[in-house]
């Protein structure tokens, strides 16, 4: 099977072409935003991050974004820094060209001599960059170099039965024809992990699964906290869940039944192939975003209550295995599996049908979260704001 996509030169894969418009830190925000108003075609990814933090969660912060610039569906990027932030132009060009040489530049304010010096020049390689971005022609490109992210968020009971069971359907069929899908969300395991184990490709790839859950949850015991009181959330409860082992239980199905091939750290570059875990948040939001770092094109999102998180870099796809919610928050929601349990259709149809759609937005489909030019950004922080 083959899609058409866009191949970089550092030998990445696309299936979107953007210009990224990128602010340094949170202060040099809506200087960038101006610039990408102005420069038609470019993409605002937002910063929330880049100054006030702490070493550790600057290296996060740093792998994360170079992550995404070098993440296969970005042409080149622009980013406008403020001057004196913790995060200066050498370190992240050293970041981003660690992993990729694509086009990247770099402006900053106090450099420029204010807002709008700094636009006019922002504006200005933003439209070269969006002509040389024009140029790049789709080709055929083999699905094996695919990766998905599999996330989820507002889950209900029709998550685990049918929208993530479909899923980890098409998650198998993608692995069997040599793609890679990427399951995450380390607390959303928590009360799973005895399972995970027994589903490593090797005992030791079982064992790094099962430790890495439990230290997770050892964690929140180390800061005083019971993840269990604030996980299932309010809207899961609502919607019907009534424990953290019920929701993992759900969550992981999404993984389908193919064996972990490795265990990876929050938004670290995905190499291999085939399922792999890795170690984030249960925040959807920063969960997505370190997935889109690690390189994946895109993100297969399941969710009974509904939610509209997007992406600016990869596309979002929604799907619900509740089919109140798909015709209620339709112009939010992607794909239905609700036919799963209503007899209509089986879980292996579903999950062909759902790859079949997946190849479509890779092909250029747009889906609901960029038909609504939503875009979430949130990168996970341990131990700031200094």
Do not use: W
């Not at 928050?329 to 089986?346: A, E």
């Amino acid at each position: 099977m083959k899609f058409k996509g866009f191949r970089r030169s550092d030998g990445s894969v696309g299936v979107r072409n953007h210009v990224v418009i990128l602010p340094g830190c949170i202060c040099s925000a809506g200087a960038a935003r101006k610039i990408a108003a102005s420069a038609k075609g470019t993409t605002y990814l937002y910063n929330p991050n880049g100054c006030a933090q702490n070493t550790q969660d600057t290296a996060l912060t740093l792998e994360i974004l170079s992550g995404m610039i070098a993440n296969g569906n970005v042409y080149g990027a622009l980013i406008v820094g403020l001057g004196c932030e913790i995060i200066q132009e050498e370190m992240y060009m050293k970041a981003i060209r660690e992993k990729t040489d694509k086009p990247i530049h770099y402006i900053s304010i106090q450099k420029e001599g204010g807002i709008a010096k700094t636009v006019k020049k922002g504006v200005e390689i933003a439209e070269k960059l969006c002509l040389e971005a024009n140029r790049c022609q789709r080709e055929d490109i083999d699905i094996g170099e695919l990766i998905l992210g599999m996330e989820c968020g507002g889950s209900d009971p029709t998550s685990g039965f049918s929208a993530n069971t479909v899923l980890g359907n098409t998650s198998d069929r993608l692995v069997d024809l040599g793609g890679t899908s990427v399951l995450s969300e380390t607390p959303e395991a928590i009360g799973a992990e005895n399972i995970l184990r027994k589903r490593g490709i090797t005992p030791e790839i079982g064992q790094k699964l099962y430790d890495t859950v439990k230290r997770c949850e050892q964690l929140y015991l180390d800061a005083g906290e019971d993840i269990r009181n604030t996980n299932p959330s309010p809207g899961n409860k609502a919607g019907g869940i009534t424990t953290l082992e019920e929701k993992s239980i759900g969550c992981i199905h999404k993984s389908g039944s193919k064996p972990f091939t490795d265990v990876i750290g929050y938004g670290e570059k995905i190499t291999q192939k085939g399922l792999l875990f890795m170690d984030s948040t249960a925040y959807d939001v920063a969960s997505t975003v370190a997935k889109i770092a690690g390189g994946a094109q895109v993100i297969a999102f399941t969710t009974g209550r509904g939610t509209p998180v997007g992406n600016a870099i990869a596309p979002v796809i929604k799907i619900t295995g509740n089919h109140e919610t798909f015709t209620y928050l339709n112009d939010m929601i992607d794909f239905d599996t609700s036919d799963s349990f209503s007899g209509h259709k089986t879980i292996e149809e579903l999950g062909e049908e759902l790859l079949e759609y997946i190849l479509l937005v890779c092909n250029g489909t747009l889906v609901k979260a960029e038909e609504n030019d939503i875009s979430d950004m949130a990168i996970n922080q341990l131990h700031s704001y200094c």
